[in-house]
């Protein structure tokens, strides 16, 4: 591995590496003609086009929202590469003709994606950059008539899905990142179910950002048709950088009648170093609608990384009885600032949802809990449940709780808990007295506090995130 | 088993033990009273090795391994491997983790230490039910998390159940008596007496004469001021109780010829 170089600063985050692999990138900046570009380069069709173009226009006549409690140094849109791929991206045959040096990059991150170590119980689709690298178990999951592709391959190989469900979930007027993201995104991950259908196995995608000054901008929709299931993992990491750079997803999940969408990521991003310099902007738009009668969407986030995290996970629960889920669990240290939440819009009748938040604030960190439940004059029967718990680990953190609650039909049952606590030296010195060494009493407490949450995660991700909140805390307690 | 020399501590800068001698011999009860503020809970858990506190002088000999052992550079896991264990003034919360979880972990990294088996789930629930019959708790107890929602006596209880189960060498109860009404407090006293046996040794830390007639001590000190002032026998208690302290702390002051 003689191209990569470990730029080694801060142990705690060992995906902060940089793989030295010959890039093809468009100019810097952002104009009608980067996007016509793009498009071509993808070899899309007219509707693609006009629809980033539609976006493009429309984002040029907004401005950057700044209504969240965050710090965000002022963005220059026009010093950004908006497409960078590894070279000689072909038409693979199979995953064996991947770039050697891609397929060692996703090893050392944990992903095996070659044939004979790739991991058994889950499909990934790996996403470097811009462009989708490679899936695997395609074969295995097309006998199911389960599709799972990279965007860029849908828009070509299933346009009347995507263009049937692109943007319904998160048009691109939704807001100033969802109309940037709209224009210009250039890959992401497609996952159809078909009706009856219970995915076998988990789909996951995994997200590395890898070049420089270059933002990452993917796009992301699932599509469970009636009766079926899914259970969807998404993990990302970006090398260790002095500058910033920015990560501006959409995801769009639709659930049909009975279908249900398990949705778990595990965000663990470049956050910078404790001075707070450096790190990934995470501005990104996720929202699924439960259109069909009984189905089910949860969002289960794990977020650990990126210096700033912008993102509300939400659900529209339009289908009667359908249910919405938001199980989070928010890190922050050093300078992290984290504003996320969730927005569940109650539209059907006997809608129910679900939302416990879980954030952790240690260091200078700021973390925001902010949500909105909003009951429709039409959602007779609405139930809602919420709870948000903050944890301060130190005395120079923050965290704040932002809940909004709007109910417009008076049949609605709502109950909200929220709580403050603080990882104490008293506490640390508890467990330790009884035999645990530090970092099990870490683990313990943290555990403990979010174990709501883990347990709705996939059992290898949620032994994942353990590792990752006790390896982020383990220098800020004590 | 543990001998005390000199020991100073500080926290945050005042000086809190200024000179302690003790020693505690295995099969002994010793009990610590004096006033409040002369640093009784301080030395337990200065013992103990709680991080609050910075020892400035003396030492700590504790016996491991058949050797003494000046045990100040053990973090506090280290020296609850080694069979010391601190019964909590006010027991933590810790929130999620089920008080069986957390005996569990400890148990087993205890036992790991001093090279015994550990244990599964289900052998630890049964091995537990004659420590919580013991005790008179409910088993329900175990799966609720550790100290929240219990009552003030059900806290303390809590207590003397982990020092039960992970059977300590050295065990320090600060004021475990406070709070407790009269019957929950017989329950606890004959729970530390059956742990009690030739190989282990108890300190208790305690404001009150009314402990020391369930458990009764082999000797009593008074700490006043960050030392110890008088040492006796259990009748020692027993006149504390009738006269208070200021004779003693009379005697002390005149006896030093200030």
Redesign the interface.
Known sequence: MSSEEMINKNKDYKYGFYTDIETEEFPKGLNEDIVRLLSKKKNEPEWMLDYRLKAFRHWKTMTHPNWAHLDIPEIDFEDLYYYAAPKKKPELESLDEVDPELLATFEKLGIPLSEQKRISGVAVDAVFDSVSVATTHQEDLKKLGVIFCSISEAVKDYPELVKKYLGTVVPFSDNFYAALNSAVFSDGSFVYIPKGVKCPIDLSTYFRINAKETGQFERTLVIADEGSFVNYLEGCTAPERDENQLHAAIVELIALDDAEIKYSTVQNWYAGDKNGDGGIYNFVTKRGNCLGRNSKISWTQVEAGSAITWKYPGCNLIGDNSQGAFYSVALTNHKMQADTGTKMIHIGKNTKSTIISKGISADESRNNYRGLVKINPSATGARNYSQCDSMLVGDKCSANTYPYIDVKNDTATMEHEAST?KI????L??????????E??IS??V??????VFKELPLEFSVEAVKLLEMKLENSV? | MIKIKDLHANIEGSEILRGINLTVNAGEVHAIMGPNGSGKSTLAKVI?????YEVTGGSIEYDVNGKNKDIQEL???E???EGI??G?QY??E????TNIG?LR??FN??CT?QGAQEMEAPEFRTFLQSKLDLLEMESSFLDR?VNQGFSGGEKKKNEIL?MAV?NPRLSLLDETDSGLDIDALKIVAKGVNALKSKFNATVLVTHYQRLLNFIVPDKVHVLYKGRIIKSGGKELALELEKRGYDWLIKESTEGKGN
Do not use: T, W
């Open positions: 606590s104490s030296e008293d506490q010195f508890y467990l330790q007295s009884r035999g645990l060494d530090m099990k009493c313990m407490i555990n403990g506090f979010c174990g709501e004590g | 103990a090795g709680h991080p609050s973090e506090p896991d020296r609850a491997k264990f601190l909590f027991p933590i810790i929130p999620g983790v957390f972990e400890s990294s205890i230490h998390s982990q992970l």
